[in-house]
Each structure stands twice: as structure tokens, then as C-alpha cells.
């Protein structure tokens, strides 16, 4: 059999799909698991979009190729339109955004077109595996940005190595965050474009997560910091805005030579998404309210908080994303953890370890659970916990 290319061998299996075979396993016993695993929207995509689709769908122009130069063109000034009404950032639809097949594929296709042998990432940890993966993927190497909590899980750029940021082509950063729930504010945000220009890096700013929040809380965004546009592109994803993963829709703004960059690797290996979903997309996202799913993860996360407060940890509650971040009982690793949280307690958690070297000692906990309706399962999953400890 042919060789495969050796850049395979430095990706480790990708982490939910070896949750999924654990989860598989746990089913065929017979367990009832309460899974708080992968944070993927229980709740369905709203029906005003599921109408807008079936009616693009039936326009024969939407079955044929989208020739545009950057992605459907309603689809992009409409998300055009909601950046600038959301963070009072003016954006050109022509120049300064892109239709993406989710976010999960421009953080991806970023990495190829910047990252050549031997160039440097600056790569948070603990941090979603698509910033590493990618940036070995295409040849490069990674110096870590450790988040920490007494740093409020935001990197210490005073503590990167001057000779990695002379190196680095890429920063990522991911806000409201995921793993951990962290959320970054403008001042924050300043420091991190001040350094970027400083050592001439693009700042990548994945937002997936910038429209799940909670308590009045709106997360800003990068390119709010005056003169942003030199050095950022930031990503935004249809995915948890309107319970759409499924869909695989999202979009990049900012900086122009980046979003062309992109759009030029992009062109050569993608044919953009299905108008019809780039025009679902374009309806919902100035037309759709999707606040009920937000009040029900609120209430998830109100339960799944206060119960584990009641259990002896100190948690704040996040203020933004699908997640609960919990450090384990001392004497466990996270990975032990987790597995007895799914042996004794038939609750899923993904040990924070999956995430990165400083996710070791949290296990991370999701706010999407099938089958709740009103956090009876969150609270059945924090009564096994309690069970599971012994008190």
C-alpha cells in the first residue's frame, strides 16, 4: 500500500471522535448517559430559518455553482450589515469579508496559507486542537501560549519569547473561549493588536462563540481596537449563533490582504457552500431572534453551577459560551476523572488534557445536553456526581 504523507503522523486522533467510541461503548451496555460532552446545539435551528432555506431552494439558480468572487453576495452583505449594527465596525463586503463552510474550515485553510516549514504559530493552551493541528499540518511549529486562571485564562504576552514573536506569522486567539469559558474585553484586545503590529503577526480571532452570552454580557470583538484592521481577521460562525452546525456556514472580516489570501488558497480547493443555505444564513442573521435557546442554556448553566457549588467546588458562572470548566478533585488526573464520572455516574466530560498541556486538571463540561427539556437532565447529572462522591 502506498505511504501515507508523513505530516499525518504528528496529528493525534482527533479528540470527540474518540469520546464518540467511549460514548458508542457506554450505549451498547445499556447505560442512560447524560452526555456534557461536545458542545453541539441540542435545540433545532429556528423554523424561520428552515423556511428561508425551503424557499431558496426552490430558485434554480442556487443549484448551479456560485461564481461570485468571495461567497454569495446577499449572504455577505448581510453579515456585513450585522457586523457593523452588532460592534459598530464599518466592514466591506467586497474586500473585508468571506463566506466560510464553517468556521472550522477558514481556521483551517488560515493555517495553509500563512504557515510554510519551519515558521512559528503562537497557539494558546488549553485551546480547541484546530490551531495546533493545522499549523503542524502545513509544516510549521508552535510555541504555546499557556491560560492560565490567575491570569483570568487570557495569554501573558509580556511572557512570549521575543525570538518566537520576531518568528511568529500567526497569533490565535479564541474569545469567549472554549475550553474554558473565558471571555476577553477591548483592553485585553488592544494589548494583543498592539503586539501583533509591534512584531508584524496577523492576529486571528476566532469568534464562534461571540453571540452565546449571558446576563446582559455582549463579548466585543478584536477589530473594535482602533486600527485592527492592520493586523486581524476575525471568524464568526452560524453554528452556535442559530443552532446551525449541521449547516456549515460561517464568515471571516477584517484585514484585506488576509480575507483575499484566504479566499485565493480557498478558491483552489473549495466551491463555496450551497447559496441556498449562504441565503438561509442571510435571512436569519437579520431577521431571526434565537433567545430561547440562550434562556435554556442560562438555565443549564445556573443548575449545573450552583449544584457543583453545593458539591464543594468554587465556580463563577461563565458569562459567555457552552461550557463549564471544572477542575477535578485532587488526586485525579483529568482523564481519570472523566472516566469515573462516565463508570459511575454515566455523565460525559471531555478531560481538559485533550485540549492541551495546561488543560491537565479540568475536565470540560457542555450546556448542550439531548433530551433536556428545562435542566432536569443538568440536574440529574449533578445528583450522580453528588452520588458518585459520596454526598
Not at 434554480?60 to 460592534?87: C, I, Q
Not at 509580556?158 to 473561549?177: F, V
Amino acid at each position: 500500500m502506498v505511504e501515507r504523507a508523513k505530516r499525518l503522523d504528528k496529528i493525534p486522533p482527533y479528540l470527540f471522535g474518540e469520546i464518540s467510541k467511549l460514548k458508542a461503548q457506554a450505549i451498547a451496555e445499556g447505560k442512560d448517559l447524560i452526555d456534557l460532552g461536545i458542545g453541539d446545539p441540542d435545540q433545532p435551528t429556528p423554523g424561520a430559518i428552515i423556511d428561508a432555506m425551503s424557499s431558496a431552494i426552490q430558485d434554480p439558480a442556487m443549484h448551479r455553482y456560485d461564481e461570485s468572487p468571495a461567497g454569495d453576495t446577499v449572504f455577505l452583505n448581510a453579515v456585513s450589515r450585522w457586523f457593523t449594527k452588532r460592534f459598530g465596525v464599518p466592514i466591506d463586503p467586497v474586500t473585508e469579508s468571506l463566506l466560510l463552510i464553517g468556521s472550522k474550515e477558514g481556521l483551517s485553510h488560515l493555517a495553509w496559507a500563512y504557515i510554510d516549514p519551519g515558521d512559528i504559530s503562537l497557539v494558546p493552551d488549553p485551546a480547541y486542537t484546530v490551531y495546533k493541528v493545522n499549523t503542524f499540518m502545513a509544516g510549521g511549529d508552535i510555541v504555546t501560549m499557556p491560560l492560565l486562571e490567575k491570569n483570568g485564562f487570557l495569554p501573558d504576552l509580556s511572557a512570549i519569547p521575543t525570538d518566537a514573536a520576531k518568528k511568529a506569522k500567526l497569533m490565535w486567539l479564541n474569545y469567549p473561549n472554549n475550553p474554558t469559558g473565558a471571555v476577553a474585553d477591548l483592553k485585553f484586545y488592544t494589548e494583543a493588536v498592539a503586539f501583533c503590529k509591534q512584531y508584524d503577526i496577523l492576529l486571528v480571532n476566532d469568534a464562534a462563540y461571540s453571540e452565546v452570552a449571558f446576563d446582559g454580557f455582549q463579548p466585543p470583538s478584536a477589530l473594535q481596537v482602533p486600527r485592527a484592521k492592520d493586523v486581524v481577521i476575525e471568524l464568526h460562525s452560524f453554528s452556535k449563533m442559530f443552532n446551525m452546525t449541521g449547516w456549515r456556514i460561517g464568515m471571516a472580516f477584517g484585514n484585506a490582504d488576509a480575507i483575499g489570501t484566504l479566499n485565493k488558497l480557498k478558491s483552489n480547493i473549495d466551491s463555496k457552500q450551497f447559496a441556498a443555505v449562504a441565503r438561509a444564513a442571510a435571512y436569519a442573521v437579520e431577521h431571526v431572534d434565537n433567545q430561547s435557546a440562550l434562556d435554556l442554556i442560562k438555565v443549564r448553566r445556573d443548575i449545573l453551577v450552583d449544584g457543583l457549588n453545593s458539591l464543594g467546588w468554587n465556580l463563577e458562572k461563565p458569562k459567555a459560551t457552552f461550557y463549564v470548566w471544572l477542575p477535578v478533585p485532587e488526586g485525579f488526573t483529568s482523564a481519570e476523572f472523566s472516566k469515573k464520572l462516565l463508570q459511575e455516574a454515566s455523565v460525559i466530560a471531555i478531560p481538559g488534557n485533550g485540549y492541551g498541556e495546561y488543560g491537565e486538571g479540568y475536565v470540560r463540561m457542555s450546556l448542550t445536553v439531548m433530551g433536556d427539556k428545562n435542566g432536569e437532565r443538568v440536574a440529574e447529572a449533578v445528583s450522580r456526581i453528588a452520588k458518585m462522591l459520596g454526598k
